[in-house]
């Protein structure tokens, strides 16, 4: 690793974060999130979802929150998006990059898109297709690729055979998700491994919970093995509504403190940072922050 290379890492704050939240948090206050995390320099945001209003009602004003969001030059905005359905609303709505979600199990599949795998691979493949051919930069996550709630261990080979059937689709980066927290670096090691012999670690991505404290060191692992992508939380907010036991995200500041000290460039200023998570813990009323923050707090007029 050199000081040269950068990290880019996609605050999911917005979406992850709240998906979860009880308490609805009005619009003006995700723009006021959304417009704290550009301000700290973060790269790139993900700031909601395009899913039905019943299954998860903190995302039902995606259709007036992304037209209203003003993004920096050189930042990127996505939203997810779950069927061709979803991604005609994101349009809509001028969203120009989308994500869509694959779960590499089949019960993880029917509880969170109300798909088998088979189906579900079937609609990722035509939404990205649509996404493409409407000029759109695109991910795919691939949920519970370490384990799942529902089904336990997840095949390493069936992860890879999902991201290389995406990265065919299109997809132009593949997030690998543990999305219960229930890796360890060393399964990071070995599912990057295999997913390493036929794709190009610029186009991977990680995304990580914390359930088990081990996220921080499963982003270490990743970036040992040349990932340079990484999906954040502010504060570390966040959790699944269809897995049971999802935990937070890692936080964007524990991430960007670890890139900072091992010299990868982030563009994060940490001072700003910490405004951002102030803005966070006002919408959902309770404290918030990474293992890192009482840290950050005394020395924040650190740049990084």
Known sequence: MTASEQVRITDVGPRDG???????VPTA????????????????????????PQAVP???????????????????????????????????????EVAVVLSATETMNQRNIRMGLAEA????????????AQGLATRAYIAVAFACPFEGHTPTERVHALSTAMAEAGAGEIVV??????????????????????LPAQSLGLHLHNTRGMALANAWQGLQMGVRRFDASIGGLGGCPFAPGAAGNLATEDLALLCAQAGLETQIRMDALV??????????????????????????????
């Open 18 to 24: 709240l998906q979860s939240q009880k308490t609805l």
């Open 29 to 52: 206050g995700k723009l006021a999130l959304i417009e704290a995390l550009w301000s700290a320099g973060v790269p790139a945001i993900e700031a909601t979802s395009f899913v039905s």
């Open 58 to 96: 903190q995302m039902a004003d995606a259709d007036e929150l992304m037209p209203a969001i003003t993004v920096p030059a050189g930042r990127s905005l996505s939203a997810l998006v779950p069927n061709q359905r979803g991604l005609e609303r994101a349009v809509r709505a001028g969203c120009r």
């Open 121 to 132: 691979i079937a609609t990722a493949r035509d939404t990205l297709r649509d996404a493409q």
């Open 177 to 198: 998700a543990d999305t219960i927290g229930a890796a360890a670096p060393s399964d990071v090691q070995r599912v990057l491994q295999t997913l390493l012999q036929s």
């Open 275 to 304: 405004r951002a998570i102030d803005v966070a813990e006002t919408l959902v009323g309770y404290p918030l922050g990474g293992c890192s923050l009482r840290w950050i707090r005394q020395n924040k007029e650190m740049s990084i």
